[in-house]
């Protein structure tokens, strides 16, 4: 838009000059408008002041004789510039004021007036509210463009924090799952073949049902729509399964429910069992000698997850805080998410994950559609 204001000064000058001929110092004067106006387009440091008084100052003194009226116009294209790129708005008021009171000088000058004041300032005073208009709706679309991008900011970094959660919890579940197998396996191979086989194929197992699930997320991250994700998600109903198999891997792991589990929602019951998998896995890593107690517990339309690691803890997971520790970044992700809470930390006999869910968050747990479990 700054590029047109000096063509249409230049335009202002010609139409004014043919539809009251004079010539001279009038000529010159406007002249001297459209040359102020030049000089604001092509050196942007020049100060709307220097416009204003370039611009008001050559105008006003055409009009001695009375011709040349219409050179005006170029005031009111100079409120417009005013109100367009002036700030604050206390130095556009005031420009504005300056410009406004032209008519009132040229008036002052001519002997006799022959100036239309009235007219002439309401003609200077409106293209500045037009200016005022346009400076705001340009800030309003900068602002927005840059809302635009921050949002589209997070929304990567969500998905980027999502895709971790997602790894996280196939890869480095199964990984520790297959872990613990084959150390089984290891210790029991000389004396017990057949214990030690039986852990291999459990080991097995879990190996390739974490390749299903790998494969399902890679395929659904790679989908369009909500079409793409490749099952339901999990939910609290299969946290019983998950015991199941941390017991019959060798971790020494109890499951108390109390209340019913009907009244949460989906997305709650999919956080649940992600939070109730790594507290487990987290036991099986740095407690496999401990026992771990999970109680599930739903009252007054909120649901408390309490994992209790009693025994032997590995010294690292106590005295190591600045490790990264991205399970636990993520269980507090997706309670924040759902509008619930999460602590985790040591106690002086073990280790303690407490989550506290509403049941019916309306929230969105994090890329569990994403996944498909």
Request: hydrophobic letters at 50%.
């Amino acid at each position: 838009m700054r590029n047109l204001v000096l063509p249409v000064a230049v335009a202002v000058a010609v139409v004014a000059a043919f539809s009251d001929p004079a010539w001279g110092p009038e000529l010159l004067g406007g002249a001297i408008a459209v040359g102020a106006f030049a000089l604001w387009r092509f050196v942007p440091s020049a100060p709307l002041w220097a416009l204003s008084l370039g611009v008001i100052v050559p105008v006003v003194l055409a009009q001695h004789s009375g011709k040349l009226e219409p050179l005006f116009f170029e005031v009111s294209l100079l409120t417009f510039v005013i109100g367009r790129w002036a700030r604050p708005t206390e130095y556009a008021v005031a420009l504005g004021a300056l410009a406004v009171a032209a008519p009132v000088a040229t008036a002052a000058i001519q002997d006799p007036s022959e100036i239309a004041v009235g007219i002439w300032m309401i003609g200077i005073a409106f293209p500045w509210v037009l200016g005022r208009a346009s400076g705001r709706q340009a800030e309003l679309l900068g602002e927005l463009d840059a809302t635009r991008r921050e949002l589209a900011r997070q929304a990567l970094l969500a998905e980027r924090r999502g895709i971790s959660r997602d790894v996280h919890d196939l890869v480095g579940h199964g990984l520790a799952a297959v872990m613990l197998q084959v150390t089984s396996a290891r210790h029991v191979l000389r004396r017990d073949p057949a214990s030690a086989e039986e852990a291999l194929l459990e080991a097995e197992a879990i190996g390739r049902r974490s390749m299903g699930d790998l494969r399902r997320t890679l395929t659904a991250l790679r989908s369009e729509g909500e079409a793409a994700a490749a099952g339901p998600p999990p939910s609290t109903r299969e946290i019983p399964a998950l015991i199941e198999h941390a017991r019959a891997s060798g971790l020494a792991v109890e499951l108390d429910v109390r209340g019913d589990l009907s009244p949460i929602a989906q997305n709650v019951g999919a956080a649940l069992y992600r939070v109730a998998q790594e507290s487990i896995a987290n036991a099986a890593r740095h407690a496999p000698r401990a026992k771990t107690v999970v109680q599930l517990e739903v009252a007054d339309g909120r649901v408390l997850f309490v994992a209790e690691t009693t025994g032997p803890v590995e010294t690292a997971t106590v005295e190591q805080p600045e490790r990264p520790r991205y399970g636990l970044v993520g269980m507090r992700e997706r309670a924040t998410a759902l509008g619930g809470d999460l602590a985790a930390g040591p106690t002086p006999n073990g280790w303690t994950v407490r989550c506290r869910l509403p049941t019916g968050a309306t929230g969105r747990e994090p890329s569990e559609d994403a996944n498909g479990g």
